[in-house]
């Protein structure tokens, strides 16, 4: 059987027969790859501390006909500080849940998206830096290698230049934001068709956007950036305030909202958290 080196991050799992394990991988080498992991939920094998999400292994694999069977593993990363800090672990399993999702889009750059993730996970487990702020990070970082960047520079309807002075809304149906004069030539728009799609039951939902600050509008820059973690602006301070803190979670919603409106669900990994108000 021919074998293969990978190194990979596991990003997601099931059970198979009574003590195995399919993993979703997301590999260097290859993107997202489906394997089996014998032995994986009998304790003291090679692969029972190996198969959980979020752990980074170098892999040998063999060609197995529906999936990939790992024939030997050696740990790369483990990250035990997640397992002390549940607020740290969610935002982690949020970032490999959509890695799970867009898989098969990022293969292609499986390399530098590899390394954006380890980098993404490691910076949640051991930087003091914010972890909502470093999921949002993430987040506009997913969306750009997607080709889905935000467009926050000009008015997605009328092409203006947008400044903190003139924005309307975010409309995640084109992208991007929209400016106060469009937005409410879209509202106006909007209910007449309001009228209009009441007769024939159909759902203008999408028109109306969400209300976008210059707070937040300005997060979202920094981050598409990663001007914090990249560039070491100091940030922690700053986000620690507030008001600031309020609309970096206002930021990361927005953006978490029209991640969920590409994919067309909810993601999970975060309702833990929004369950215990806790961040
Ligand atoms: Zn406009």
Redesign the pocket.
Known sequence: MPTYTVHAINVGSFLLGEADKVLTLFSMERGIIRAVAKGARKPNTKMSGRSDALCVNKLLLSTGRTFEIITQAESIEGFPEFRTDLTRMSYALYYVELTNHFGQSLSEESESYFDFLLNSLQLQARTPHDPVWLCLEFEMGLLDILGYRPELTY?V??R?VLGEYNLGTFNRELGGV??Q??SRQERQLATRETLRDAQFERDPGWRNGAHITPLVWKNLIIAADRRVSEEGVERTCVVKQEAMQQSVEAARRLVQGYIEYRVGKRMKSLEVLEQLKVR
């Open positions: 008015c309807v009328g203006e929209v400016c004069q469009c």
